[in-house]
């Protein structure tokens, strides 16, 4: 094994050492007398290396990260654009984060002021009456919403009647799972040929047990839900409501608003949209926004403006309480804020363009070599299959082959309803050269595929580590370095 592949422990030689603390300028405690019987009988075992050994290492590890900083990231679903530095820089400013919780109002109008007129922007931009910023990634949004429908369908006097959620069978995990947490019983609803909502079954399944809707337009498969405003009439016609997963916002973005498509409840995943890195599971901001009569039971605490003056209330008998520690993730919020007020209204509207556009370049490019899901203009993202690939291979040796090339794999097998699914969404911050590239290595290896598939079987070759047990690492992960018994 190379020096640069052992953990540093392996690297450790005893004695060395990287710093020199000196003396300490404090007087000595007697430890064992402070601490009684939990004084540690033995030294801890930690590595011991120089400090340049110590500098190779953490930099060797930092260079084996992948990101949008890195490379070309087309993970379908998940919006992994690049984000202006600028934001960053913006949210670190120790005005924002020096800020206590609990700061009283009149020493913190900045952060208060500028989350309050985020708030406003988004409820412009979506159509819905007023947003909270409470909710801490997207399917805590999907959460909380399904949450603000449940308080609506309780005043309604509906709540034991209606306990069921419907989602098509192409929505995002996280929205039948969160609708299972509120307590309801999900309904799949099946799509059709195009990929869309199918009417017949949403007019079989929609009675009187059911309190709403899941939907996100454009959905997974990237197409956009024409039907939108039907299906908005007939759910509302069996007194159920419309739950918006605004994961897919920056596909419509200043172009259409999911208020006036008759959405009643929505999610904006701003770590998305709006400029946050998004990946690891966080930081993130799922925003929800509702319509006049959901209004009452947003959750609490809110921000108020009164006399030019903002205030953090409680004062909403009807909320749903707190669903969070405090209001949000602020410096989420924070970078939002910034790109929106850099971008304004016409930047927002050319981001979207921008997003469509690229999909759809690559999309008319790679359908020549992958057969398409659905072949019809998309919006922000498209899927292909891997169900056509000759002899052993499936979409997953295409995924791992796509490594040694030097790019992200795209999210495959989802969504669940195309088979061997390869779902790319290149997002609108790529310029037409790294697509043009990304385009080339996705020939390369289609035509790899079918002259030699050794190559897709054995990939990837050029990382540290192979083909590895995938669903074993996340269910059974262990970082524990343990020192061998001598
Ligand atoms: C369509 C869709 N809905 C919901 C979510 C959940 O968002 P989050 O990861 O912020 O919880 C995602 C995340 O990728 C998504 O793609």
């Known amino acids: 094994m190379s020096v640069s592949q052992k953990l540093s422990f392996e690297k450790s030689v005893s004695g060395r050492t990287g710093v020199d603390l000196g003396a300490p300028d404090f007087p000595s405690v007697d430890a064992a007398a402070a601490l009684g019987g939990l004084v540690r009988t033995d030294a801890p075992m930690l590595p011991e290396l120089s400090e340049l050994e110590c500098v190779r290492h953490f930099t060797e590890l930092s260079r084996r990260n992948f990101g949008v900083d890195t490379a070309f990231y087309p993970l379908g679903s998940c919006t992994m654009k690049y984000n202006p530095k600028v934001n960053e820089a ?19 109008q900045g952060t208060l002021g500028m989350l309050w007129e985020l708030g406003a922007w988004l409820s412009e931009m979506t159509g819905m009456s007023e947003f909270t910023l409470s909710p801490m990634a997207g399917a805590h949004g999907e959460m909380t919403g399904i949450m603000l429908i449940k308080a609506c369908m309780a005043a309604r006097g509906e709540a034991q009647k209606r306990d069921k959620i419907l989602v098509p069978d192409s ?16 309904v799949s609803v099946q799509s059709d040929e195009a990929g869309l909502v199918d009417m017949k079954a949403l007019d079989a399944a929609c009675n009187e047990t059911v ?8 959905n997974t498969l990237g197409l956009f839900e024409t039907n939108i405003c039907k299906i908005a009439d007939l759910v509302h016609s069996r007194g159920g409501l419309l739950y918006y997963d605004g994961a897919n916002l920056n ?66 008998p009807e909320s749903i309480g707190r669903i969070g520690a405090f209001y949000g993730n602020v410096a989420v919020c924070l970078k939002a804020h910034a790109y929106i ?20 370049y690559l999309r008319e490019r790679l359908k020549k070599s992958y057969s398409l899901a659905h072949d019809r203009p998309c919006m922000h993202e498209f899927v ?3 169900a056509d690939l000759p002899g052993e291979l499936t979409t ?11 790019f992200h794999p795209p999210t495959v097998y989802f969504p669940l309803i195309v088979k061997d699914a390869i779902m790319i969404e290149p ?10 590239d990304f385009a080339a290595a996705m020939e390369a290896v289609r035509r790899e595929a079918d002259e030699s598939p050794g190559l897709l079987l054995d990939a990837p070759t050029s990382t540290p580590v192979t083909r590895l047990d995938e669903a074993m690492a996340a269910r059974e992960a262990d970082f524990c370095w343990r020192p061998d018994e001598d």
């Open 427 to 436: 997002t609108e911050t790529e310029t037409p050269e790294t697509l043009d």
């Open 90 to 108: 913006i949210a670190a400013d120790p005005r924002f984060t020096r800020l206590h919780p609990l700061a009283a109002a009149p020493l913190s």
């Open 251 to 316: 596909a419509i973005v200043g172009r259409a608003r999911p208020g006036d498509m008759g959405f009643d409840v929505a999610h904006l995943n701003l770590h998305k949209t709006f400029a946050t890195p998004h990946g690891g599971g966080g930081p993130g901001a799922g925003p929800v926004g509702v319509s006049r009569e959901l209004a009452r039971f947003l959750p609490v605490p809110f921000i108020e403006r009164r006399d030019g003056a903002f205030r953090m209330s409680e004062d909403r």
């Open 396 to 406: 997953m040796n295409v995924a791992k082959r796509l490594i040694d090339y030097g």
């Open 211 to 218: 309190a709403g809707i899941m939907l996100t337009n454009p």
């Open 384 to 386: 292909l299959s891997g």
């Open 341 to 360: 007020a850099a971008l304004g209204a016409a930047g927002l509207r050319e981001a979207s363009a921008a997003a469509v556009l690229n999909a759809n």
């Open 171 to 186: 929505a995002h995990g996280t929205n039948p799972a969160s609708a299972a947490l509120c307590g309801y019983k999900v």
